[in-house]
């Protein structure tokens, strides 16, 4: 069954180090999420991808954020410099246009 | 019931019961909904769908209720099982998917 992958599964960082995370979507899905998932709460979008193109990105910290999807296939997001308050699963899901997304197990992300 | 901090708004019922979760969303323009079932340690899984076009769609054992007038959606669970028990979400979009607070849905055996 096709489904998206996810890399690392956990991630334990040190405050201020860069922390890289990759998703492989499902194959044809030409639309790409990341969103971040606070313990008891909901996921929140971070940065939405139509192939290889940012179509939102407007709650992504640029400052310390970044995202990209190269070849329109997978994507990478990074954090430099991590922040203890980064700490969080990360999930990546993938869709066709106007369908469902399928999600990721996540990566877990801890910042000491 | 409001979420408060970390806590989540928690729906108890029993083994076999028929369980209703509810969900405000908020933008008048989104136009597909979809419900997804979240366990411990792993990403949401899709459950259901229904188009703005529709008011009820129905599942294996789950059924949507969309009222666009006063912006509800609803997850109805028929015979619930141990294997429900999870956070479930309710998601929104006309452009990007939106998700809601999350409910957790605990079965007493």
């Known amino acids: 069954e096709a489904e998206v992958a996810q890399s690392p599964r956990y991630k334990i960082t040190e405050k201020s180090q860069a922390v890289a995370f990759w998703c492989d979507p499902i194959?044809?899905?030409?639309?790409l999420y990341w969103y971040r998932q606070i313990l008891g709460q909901g996921p929140e979008l971070l940065v939405q991808f139509q192939d290889e193109s940012v179509v939102d990105d407007s709650q992504l910290p640029k400052d310390r954020f970044s995202a990209e999807r190269l070849k329109g296939v997978d994507s990478t997001l990074k954090i430099q410099p991590a922040e203890l308050g980064d700490s969080a699963m990360y999930l990546c899901?993938?869709?066709?246009?106007?369908?469902?997304?399928?999600f990721g197990q996540g990566t877990r992300l801890t910042v000491v | 019931g409001e979420s408060v901090g970390l806590h989540l708004p928690t729906l108890s019922v029993q083994e076999g019961d028929n369980s209703i979760i509810n969900c405000a969303y908020s933008?008048?323009?989104?136009?597909?909904f979809i419900w997804y079932k979240q366990e411990s340690g792993k990403g949401p899984q899709f459950i259901i769908d229904?188009?703005?076009?529709?008011d009820k769609r129905q599942g294996q054992r789950v059924t949507v209720l969309l009222n666009k007038t006063v912006k509800h959606l609803s997850l109805q669970i028929a015979a619930t099982q141990p294997g429900d028990s999870a956070v479930y979400f309710c998601a929104e979009t006309h452009s990007k998917l939106t998700f809601g607070k999350g409910i957790t849905l605990s079965v007493r055996p």
């Open positions: 899901a993938s869709s066709l246009p106007r369908g469902e997304a399928f």
């Open positions: 194959s044809g899905h030409a639309t």
């Open positions: 229904i188009r703005s076009n529709m």
């Open positions: 933008n008048s323009a989104s136009d597909y």
